[in-house]
């Protein structure tokens, strides 16, 4: 089932964008399914699933940690960790300079439709968070990631990926490693690919409910 999904996703939205499967509501066991069906990329948001996951994938699969990490945590995941979709406070980049052995690959979490249930800075924020980056030699800012709002509108949907694509675009010229945008989940991965994600993260559409 999961290959079937995984190829469906594929067809639609071509392979230059990177589909992380999120398996937090899911098995080891269907986390390899998905491994042998031929995704190479893996998202968790909780400590213990992240710890479990990476114990039986296989080290060519890539591990993001997709949800709010906690400072007292970073040491735990850190040497297992490829990418972080969550950044958004100086004492995570702080953390993962003292912890890591290696550069750690990030997207700033921007909360782009000021919902207040919702992590991530407000746009108008990131560029100044990205000033006081710029001494942690570890923490390397490849993009931005965000949610969209939970509704049927699509235009609403679409407006809140344009706008970090729009706010990518800007960055960049100061920035040049800013080039990637994680957004798109099961419900509106198409929208987001169409408004230029190159990572989105699918849980229900690709692992099953």
């Known amino acids: 089932m999961i290959k079937e999904n995984y190829d469906q996703i ?6 230059d964008v990177t589909v992380i499967a999120v398996t937090k509501y899911h098995s080891t066991e269907e986390s ?4 042998e069906a031929g995704v190479r990329n893996f998202g968790e948001n909780r400590i213990e699933g992240f710890m479990e996951k990476r114990e039986v994938i296989p080290r060519d699969g890539e ?3 997709i949800g709010t990490l ?4 970073v040491k735990d995941v850190i ?3 490829h990418y972080l979709h969550s950044l958004e406070r100086k004492s995570i980049a702080k953390r993962i300079e003292q912890y890591a052995q290696h550069e750690v690959k990030c997207f700033i979490q921007v909360n782009v439709s000021g ?3 919702k992590h991530g800075l407000e746009p108008s924020a990131v560029k100044d968070f990205l000033e006081t980056l710029e001494k942690y030699s570890k923490v390397k800012v490849i993009g931005l990631m965000t949610m969209a709002p939970e509704t049927d509108n699509e235009d609403e949907i679409r407006n809140c990926f344009k706008t970090l694509r ?3 675009d800007e960055l960049s010229e100061t920035y040049p490693s800013i ?6 989940m099961s419900n509106d991965y198409k929208i987001a690919v169409e408004e230029g994600a190159t990572f989105v993260r699918i849980g229900s559409k690709l692992m099953g409910r």
């Open 115 to 117: 919902e207040e249930t």
């Open 70 to 73: 906690q400072s007292r945590k």
């Open 166 to 168: 729009e706010l990518r």
């Open 79 to 81: 040497d297992d960790l």
């Open 179 to 184: 080039t990637e945008l994680s957004m798109g």
């Open 10 to 15: 594929l067809n639609e939205i071509g392979e």
């Open 32 to 35: 390899l399914e998905a491994y």
């Open 63 to 65: 591990m993001h940690f």
